[in-house]
């Protein structure tokens, strides 16, 4: 019995073979062997080499104090890098940081840097930075909720042409409520 399998599993396998070294290829004889065989085409691609700066943003929120009214302040403070994954050097762009506080008082900031440059896999950071400090209240007899959102833009004047256009900002929401205080989105 041990030969006939054997000889079973040879004829399996050469027909797996012959199968596999036919694919794809037409059978002798047959109407597609007629035919003339089919002509290359080659086709031009230019690839641009281009940089792309993503940015990525940390924020830190500290409770600053309380008080007898039922106010309770909390400080916001951004740090925040840009990363050229790019494959050339990505000259003269800038990032904006911008933060805004929803609810009534709300403060902003708006900065936005020098030019700047960074080669294939640099990263350049900022912050923390006494300027870009958010200061933001709420009360719990009012029961009050504020919002408060933070993001970078990378090349926010779109001065580089980019490999991805669509990772250029980073955002952070920050809830504030009367009740448990911060929560980072």
Request: proline share 7%; aromatic share 8%.
């Amino acid at each position: 019995m041990k030969p006939r399998m054997n000889l079973l599993l040879t004829a399996i396998i050469f027909s797996l073979l012959t199968a596999s070294a036919w694919a794809g290829q037409p059978l002798p004889g047959s109407h597609q062997a007629a035919k003339e065989p089919k002509k290359h085409v080659q086709k031009h691609i230019t690839i641009q080499f281009l940089p792309d700066v993503t940015p990525h943003l940390d924020v830190t929120v500290s409770k600053t104090g309380t008080d007898g009214q039922g106010n309770t302040c909390y400080t916001i403070q951004p740090a925040f890098s840009v990363l050229n994954r790019g494959v050339v050097p990505a000259d003269n762009f800038r990032v904006k940081l911008t933060g805004k506080v929803f609810g009534f008082g709300g403060e902003e900031i708006t900065w936005e840097s020098p030019p700047v440059t960074l080669n294939p896999g640099s990263t350049k950071q900022w912050g923390p930075d006494q300027q870009w400090k958010i200061h933001c209240c709420v009360n719990k007899f009012q029961k009050e909720n504020k919002m408060v959102i933070i993001q970078v833009l990378a090349d926010s004047r779109d001065s580089l042409k980019e490999s991805n256009e669509h990772n250029n900002l980073d955002r952070k929401r920050i809830d504030i409520h009367w009740y448990h205080g911060p929560i980072i989105h």
